[in-house]
């Protein structure tokens, strides 16, 4: 890579979760008394995947609603985008989480197997990896005050990913709509409650009265 660097691009890659409570970390206060913030009546949280470019050559992050294997397959899709822009080989530093290891993200990775290359960390080897100092500066950064709404909230760690610099960033915000409008899983159009004329797979064992015992 040192060789041909307009060839080759090396990316470390990791995703965290940023949270709406937050980020405590060190703060001027008075001695001899405790400093508040204020918390979030009930705690949400994005995820990002994300990469850095050894080189400084750029970053691509991707701020979405859960930590899966679909969203690790957006994250890919947009280093898809970088790869026709550049041209050049990458080659992709993961650790094994599950994201990463699933049968549909296995398959994902060797579709790209012509030009994405994987050099897998070994387990519990969070010092190998570039990308994890990061996730402390942006939380310190952009989570040391609770936002107004969740809007606000993802549009503040957008802001913040893109001012961790590089020469060609890639911010995308890939949370839905649902996450906005306040819901923890995505709707699926039922009326709220238990369906009209639902039976249950397993009979209800019929009531019995106590009777006396016999004397």
Known sequence: MAAAPERYELHHQDETHVETNPYLCRVWHRR????????????????????????????????????DSAGFIRYLEALDERQRATGSEIYLVL?????????????ALAKREDWLHVVWLARYSPELNQKEPEWKWLKRDVRSH???DLRTFVDEIVAGLGRLGGECVTVLDAVPDWFIDGHRREPTGRPPGRPKGAKDRTPRKQRTENLPAPT
């Open 95 to 107: 650790d094994n989480g599950p994201a990463h290891r699933s049968k549909l993200s296995t398959a």
């Open 146 to 148: 609770l936002a107004r």
């Open 32 to 67: 001899g008394t405790q400093p508040t913030l204020p918390a979030a009546g009930t705690n949400r949280r994005v995820t990002v995947f994300g990469s850095v470019e050894v080189l400084g050559r750029g970053r691509v992050e991707v701020v979405q609603a859960r930590q």
